[in-house]
Nanobody
Framework: QMQLAESGGGLVQAGDSLRLSCVAS????????MAWFRQAPGKEREFVAA????????AYAESVKGRFTISRDNAKNTVYLQMNSLKPEDTAVYYC?????????????????WGQGTQVTVSS
């Protein structure tokens, strides 16, 4: 199993930016598809963004397109989520997820490994 550790969350104001990081350890990271999901209080966990091993393929939820950017540094076993123009509705616990291979899936059922999450709170 791959261990995933998120960091970078915090309390910011609307319009601010944050960059989340997720460091992978444990079983091989090579080839893994990485993704970010989020879960707001009382809501289901939802897809945010995903990225292929090479970085050539990415996918985004409609609600974050144009504001969030997913990237990865395979030499550091790390995936990032740059979040700009944050809105109060972006408030949630953000989770990093991974799967061995495949495509940039948007369903949480496709991912086998999960981090513990990092809280992002955006005040208005």
């Amino acid at each position: 199993q791959m261990q995933l550790a998120e960091s970078g969350g915090g309390l910011v104001q609307a319009g601010d930016s944050l960059r989340l990081s997720c460091v992978a350890s444990g079983r091989t990271y090579s080839g893994a598809i990485m993704a970010w999901f989020r879960q707001a209080p009382g809501k289901e966990r939802e897809f945010v963004a995903a990225i292929s091993w090479s970085g050539a393929d990415t996918a985004y939820a409609e609600s974050v397109k144009g504001r969030f950017t997913i990237s990865r540094d395979n030499a550091k076993n790390t995936v990032y989520l740059q979040m700009n123009s944050l809105k109060p509705e972006d408030t949630a616990v953000y989770y990093c997820a991974a799967r061995d291979y495949g495509s940039v899936y948007q369903s949480r059922d496709r991912y086998s490994d999960w981090g513990q999450g990092t809280q992002v709170t955006v005040s208005s």
